[in-house]
């Protein structure tokens, strides 16, 4: 790509800890992504993977997406009505029982509490669970994912265009933390593109063709035991395949709401 087509702006970069200007920074969405080295220690990477098998874990729907996904944990996006409301009692009930599942795998410590204390140190205020009628969500997963993910974005307000949070969100971000990790593959790619109508000529399954981002600056970060990783999923974004090893990761959404207080959802 010649020099001069290039967002200076648009990188990743490495940081000994999360701040509050990174957060604004990918919530502006000028920085493509923040990653901390080391984020998790080796204990919470080996507790977090020994519990791995004691949570009860499903695939997605292999029609819908065809790469293979073990995962832990609903993700609201699983749970929409074809008009763009939420499946709220088939939701529920995998939030609920998400949350017992995740206290008797008895996580200590456990990477998403740390993980998300940490974030709201960062921010200068606590991060708190989005909430739907008060009701606080299910908000940590785990996925392993081994055989890649389709180059695709998130975006709460897309997905849920009426709104499905007490609270407004105005920029969302996505962390990721890898508790195990591949000798080869399994790099995140975020490109500088959000959707437009005309990807949609362009889908899919659950994702887009590669035309859609080529020729589109990128930036691309192999997995490394530990790492905390940000950016905005409003960009497209991918993994790459790593057959024969395990990728996991715990991951959560951070949204920016209209009051200034970060909440957290999967
Ligand atoms: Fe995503």
Not at 170 to 191: D, H, I, K, M, R
Not at 229 to 253: Q, T
Request: proline residues 7%; contains cysteine.
């Amino acid at each position: 790509m010649p020099e001069t087509l290039v967002d200076p702006l648009f990188r990743a970069f490495a940081a000994p800890a999360f701040t509050d200007r990174h957060l604004a920074n990918l919530a502006a969405g000028t920085v493509a992504a923040v990653r901390v080295p080391g984020f998790l220690d080796a204990a919470a990477c080996e507790a977090a993977l020994g519990a791995v098998d004691r949570l009860p874990t499903g695939e997605y729907d292999a029609a819908r997406v065809p790469t293979r996904i073990v995962r832990f944990g609903p993700a609201l996006n699983d749970f929409r009505h074809s008009d763009g409301s939420l499946d709220a009692d088939r939701y529920w009930v995998a939030a609920e029982a998400a949350r017992v599942a995740w206290q008797r795998a008895g996580l200590r410590p456990d990477p998403i509490a740390v993980s998300l204390a940490r974030l709201g140190a960062a921010w200068g205020a606590a991060v708190s669970p989005a909430t739907i009628g008060g009701r606080p969500v299910f908000g940590g997963t785990l996925r392993e994912i081994n055989a890649g993910a389709l180059i695709h974005y998130d975006d709460v307000n897309r997905e849920y265009p009426n709104g499905v949070f007490d609270q407004d969100v105005v920029a969302q971000l996505a962390f990721n933390a890898w508790v195990a990790v591949p000798s080869n593959g399994g790099e995140t790619s975020v490109w500088r593109h959000r959707w437009e109508p005309a990807d949609e000529a362009h889908r899919d399954a659950y994702g887009y063709r590669s035309c859609t981002v080529d020729h589109v600056q990128r930036v691309t970060l192999g997995p490394e035991l530990g790492d905390g990783l940000l950016f905005n999923p409003n960009n497209f974004h991918a993994v790459a395949p790593n057959p024969g090893e395990k990728r996991v990761a715990f991951a959560f959404f951070l949204g920016l709401t209209t009051t200034g207080q970060l909440i957290a959802w999967s």
